[in-house]
């Protein structure tokens, strides 16, 4: 057997050794759902982007039920700049008026819930792009938001235009497409009751979707590794009570913050564990569900 046979055999024992280790864990997750919000610069990357849809076209192969929602700041902020519309951030949050609204679902709804969607078509797949205001998906409100004055140490309250929070998943349309092989894939856009449009934080919506379809897991993707403990090493599993206290001793901090809050606020929704992990490494998704060591931080309840 020649050098370049042998090496063919080898690696085709380690792909056969490596789907029979993932068979008990899809095994387990059959008829399970997942929502997944996909966001960070693995978005920008066609091949993570091409890799990830992959990973998604699997998982559906498998008989698990992805439900996919997607972000897309950096995408919005291009557009705004190219246009020449100023905008703003307080706390982290784009302060929206209604011609920034107008550009938000355009590249949200549009371009980029689009991009997704043929990735995952031409992975072999049947996506659809929905965004909350279809179906009445995302009943929402304006967020109310407040911020203490440090010379009067006065509370106000903070304008920030269209931008919403779920008031109310309604999961009908996400039911109906789980009986079939379409993947869903979510633009985080919401409306009001008179019918306006509010621009939401897409890991606030994949929070709510999750607790609202009752899924086994969210998975977080992001550009870090997950939580970090103090010398920098990953942390890869936390309970609730563990995750508020690493937030008050500062180990969580800064940004991690919000996205460890939707975990938690998702957790006790129901979901039985959220996960953050690094969207650019490839195959992320497939190394936390499928291995026993997993790719980032699994928040449970206990």
Known sequence: ??????????????????????????????????????GGHAMGDDTLRGLFARDVVLLKQVGINPVVVHGGGPQIGAMLERLKIKSEFVDGLRVTDKETVDIVEMVLSGSINKQIVSAINVAGGFAVGLSGKDANLVRADKLKRTKRDPDSNIERLLDLGLVGEPREITPHILHVLRETDIIPVVAPIGARSDGETLNINA???????????????????????????????????????EARARIADGTIEGGMIPKIETCLEAVEGGVEGAVILDGRVPHALLVEMFTEHGAGTLIRSR
């Open 203 to 241: 890991d606030t919506v994949a929070g709510a979707v999750a607790a609202a379809i009752d899924a086994r897991r969210l998975l977080m993707l992001t550009d870090v590794a997950g939580v970090l403990d103090g010398k920098g090493a990953l942390i890869p599993e936390l309970s609730v009570d």
């Open 1 to 38: 057997m020649s050098k370049k046979d042998s090496k063919e055999r080898d690696e085709g024992l380690d792909q056969a050794m490596t789907l029979s280790e993932a068979l008990p864990y899809m095994r387990r997750y059959s008829g399970e759902t997942f929502v997944i919000k996909y």
